[in-house]
């Protein structure tokens, strides 16, 4: 129990600094800094919903996140593209 109490606050934590990010990600000054903060968002998001899995005991959360990690992968190298080839 105290474990799943743990992780409640960790998922708690983890949707606060996933605001933060949206923030940056919003008001970056560059969009180099803009894609850090996205990048930032999917990994967090990956590490939220792999807890919550966890505490619901639901294992087909785990190919959400998968999905989820590849489909931000990939949007990243999409984005620095777009970065790369604007200057």
């Keep these: 129990m ?36 996205i990048n930032v968002i999917g990994t967090k998001t990956v590490v939220l919903i792999s807890i919550i899995s966890y505490i619901l005991k639901e294992t087909y959360f785990i190919d959400v996140v998968l999905v989820y990690a590849l489909i931000s992968f990939i949007g990243s190298i999409v984005i620095s593209n777009y970065i790369e080839n604007r200057r």
Excluded: H, N, Q, V
């Excluded at 600094?17 to 940056?24: S, V």
């Design 2 to 37: 105290m474990i799943e109490k743990i992780l409640i606050f960790s998922s708690i934590f983890l949707s606060l600094t996933i605001l933060l990010c949206m923030i940056r990600a919003l008001k970056g000054p560059s969009p180099a800094d803009k894609l850090i903060a």
